[in-house]
C-alpha cells in the first residue's frame, strides 16, 4: 500500500516542482511546545481525516475548519490534517481552513519525501509536518527534517517498528518519534504495538502513540506506559461530535 501511495506522490511533486512559487511564510507554532505543555497527559493531536485506505468514506459531512474549532474547543493540544488528495480525499486547501479557525498547531499529515513539498507545507500555514520512516532511507529522511527545521516547521518522524526506529536513532536524534500501530499490511491496529517500540526510545524524546486509539481502556493503557501523545483520526471522526469523541476518549 504505502509503495502505491508514494508512487504517486512522486507524479504530485512533479507538478508541485513547476507550479509552486515561494511565498513568506507565516509565524510557526510549535508542536513540540504544544504536547509538552499539555495539560491532558497523554497530549492530544486530533485528526481531521474524511476518508483513509483501509475503511473508506469515514465522514460524508465534512468541514475541516468546523471539526478543527470543535477539537481544539475539546482540549487537543494540535490538528492534524491529512491533505493526501487519492487516498485519503484530502486537499491543502483543508489545511488552509482549519489554520485560519484555530490557534493550535497544525500537522501536515500527507506523503512527505521531497523538499519542495517541505516548502509547500510551509507556504500553506503547516507548523509541522510527518516524516515517515518506511518511506526512505534514514540519511535521507535526516536532510528532509534538517530541511523542515530550517522552515521553522517541527517533524513529526514516524516508525512501524524497532528496526525502523533503529535505522533513524543511528543517524539522528529527532525531538518527536511517532509509533504507528497501524500493519500497512493487513490494516490491523494494535495499540500494544506502541509500548513494544517506546521501551527502545531513549529519555527526552516525546513519544506520540498514532493510529487505532478506539476507548479510554486504549488511553489508559498508554498513559500507564508513559507515552506522551496520542494521535486520533477515526474514533473522533466517527463520534456523535468531536467534543463527545475526545471525553469519550479521556473518560470524561
Ligand atoms: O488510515 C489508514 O487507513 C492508512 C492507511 C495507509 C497509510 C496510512 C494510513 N493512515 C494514516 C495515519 O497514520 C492515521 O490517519 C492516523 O494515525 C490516525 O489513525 P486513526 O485514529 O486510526 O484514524
Redesign the pocket.
Given at each position: 500500500?504505502?509503495q502505491q501511495?508514494l508512487d504517486v506522490k512522486k507524479e504530485e511533486i512533479t507538478k508541485l516542482h513547476r507550479e509552486f512559487e515561494g511565498q513568506p511564510n507565516q509565524k510557526k507554532v510549535s508542536l513540540y511546545e504544544a504536547l509538552s505543555n499539555s495539560s491532558q497527559k497523554p497530549a492530544l493531536i486530533a485528526?481531521v481525516?474524511k476518508a483513509?485506505?483501509?475503511?473508506g468514506i469515514?465522514k460524508e459531512h465534512y468541514v475541516p475548519s468546523e471539526i478543527a474549532a470543535a477539537y481544539e474547543q475539546g482540549g487537543a493540544a494540535a490538528i492534524?490534517v491529512?491533505t493526501d488528495q487519492r487516498?485519503?480525499r484530502g486537499h491543502a486547501a483543508d489545511l488552509v481552513a482549519v489554520k485560519q479557525m484555530v490557534s493550535l498547531p497544525v500537522l501536515r499529515?500527507d506523503f512527505i519525501i521531497d523538499k519542495v513539498q517541505i516548502r509547500e507545507s510551509a507556504h500553506i500555514g503547516a507548523d509541522a509536518i510527518?516524516l515517515i520512516a518506511a518511506a526512505m532511507e534514514p540519511g535521507k529522511l535526516h536532510e528532509l527534517y534538517e530541511y523542515a527545521r530550517e522552515e521553522n516547521l517541527d517533524c513529526l518522524v514516524?516508525v512501524h517498528s524497532v528496526e525502523e526506529l533503529e535505522g533513524i536513532l543511528d543517524v539522528f536524534t529527532p525531538k518527536l518519534i511517532?509509533i504507528?500501530?497501524?500493519d500497512?499490511r493487513n490494516?490491523n491496529?494494535d495499540v500494544t504495538h506502541t509500548e513494544a517500540i517506546a521501551r527502545y526510545i531513549p529519555e527526552g524524546i516525546l513519544t506520540v502513540s498514532?493510529?487505532?486509539?478506539?476507548t479510554a481502556e486504549d488511553l489508559k493503557f498508554l498513559r500507564e506506559h508513559n507515552i506522551d501523545a496520542i494521535?486520533?483520526?477515526?474514533?473522533?471522526?466517527r463520534a456523535s461530535s468531536p467534543g463527545k469523541g475526545i471525553q469519550l476518549l479521556y473518560g470524561e
Open positions: 500500500m504505502l501511495i485528526e481525516k483513509s485506505p483501509s475503511k469515514i492534524s491529512l487516498f485519503f499529515k510527518l514516524e511517532g504507528n500501530n497501524r500497512l490494516f491496529t498514532e493510529s487505532g486509539i478506539k494521535l486520533v483520526g477515526e474514533t473522533l471522526m
